[in-house]
């Protein structure tokens, strides 16, 4: 049974970064595609970013993309989220998520993700 806990959250100012990290028990970790998907106060779960589960592809929500970079290493059983030049509408508990590789849902959608971590609070203040 895999389990993931995510770690690296805190307070930062606009403009600053953080880097996050996904780190997973059990070894069928890399069959997995991960995701980082947020919820800030009041709102939805909303997709932020994943990676597939060879680490070769990498997908953006438009609200991150050039700013946010998902990465994995399979050896250390990891996904990284690098948040850069961070915005006060980046602030929410981020959860890292998974799904095994032979479900056939959106990588997207944040319904496709059946793993979950127990969330990091990343606060950005203005």
């Known amino acids: 049974q895999v389990q993931l806990a995510e770690s690296g959250g805190g307070l930062v100012q606009a403009g600053g970064s953080l880097r996050l990290s996904c780190a997973a028990s059990g070894r069928a970790f890399s069959s997995y595609n991960v995701g980082w998907i947020r919820q800030a106060p009041g709102k939805g779960r909303e997709f932020v970013a994943a990676v597939n589960w060879r680490g070769g592809s990498t997908f953006y929500a438009d609200s991150v993309k050039g700013r946010f970079s998902v990465s994995r290493d399979n050896a250390k059983n990891t996904v990284y989220l690098q948040m850069n030049s961070l915005k006060t509408e980046d602030t929410a508990v981020y959860y890292c998520?998974?799904?095994?590789?032979?479900?056939?849902?959106?990588?997207?959608?944040?319904?496709?993700?059946?793993?979950w971590g127990q969330g990091t609070q990343v606060t950005v203040s203005s």
């Open positions: 998520a998974g799904f095994l590789r032979t479900n056939s849902g959106s990588i997207y959608s944040t319904g496709s993700y059946d793993l």
